[in-house]
């Protein structure tokens, strides 16, 4: 059972992709993010993770994002469960990726960095 006013976040990697559009994008990963809000699904062309998603969607709850994880082929033993979302960071990207100087109320649009081995770091997209 889950604490009070904490939230899901998981991801899982397909065994089968499928394409996202004409255009050749193929869907290789699905994250599911609850919030206070609903429920938002996001869906990736990469299993990198430090990459955001490419495509979203949102649902009104987990069940309902969770089913639409199995009309994606994902199983219940498919989900690996994310640690809380840290402070600043993107929801949609699986490792904690933040605008540079976010924690101290000066965020830099043009700059990010990465929390790698507990360290926060430069990071580029």
């Not at 604490?3 to 065994?15: D, E, H, Q, S």
């Not at 992709?17 to 206070?36: A, R, S």
């Not at 709850?61 to 033993?77: H, P, T």
Request: hydrophobic fraction near 35%; include cysteine.
């Amino acid at each position: 059972m889950r604490k009070k006013g904490t939230y899901v976040r998981k991801y899982a990697i397909l065994k089968e992709p499928f394409p996202l559009n004409n255009y050749g994008d193929m869907c290789v990963k699905i994250m599911i993010h609850e919030t206070k809000y609903g429920v938002y699904v996001y869906l990736y062309t990469t299993t990198d993770k430090y990459q955001g998603c490419s495509f979203d969607d949102w649902y009104e709850d987990l069940k309902e994002a969770e089913e639409y994880g199995v009309e994606c082929g994902v199983s219940e033993n498919d989900w690996i469960i994310l640690d809380e979302l840290l402070p600043d960071c993107f929801p949609s990207i699986v490792a904690p990726v933040r605008q540079k100087g976010s924690d101290v109320g000066e965020s830099n649009k043009n700059e990010y960095e990465a929390l790698v081995d507990g360290v926060w770091v430069n990071f580029e997209f």
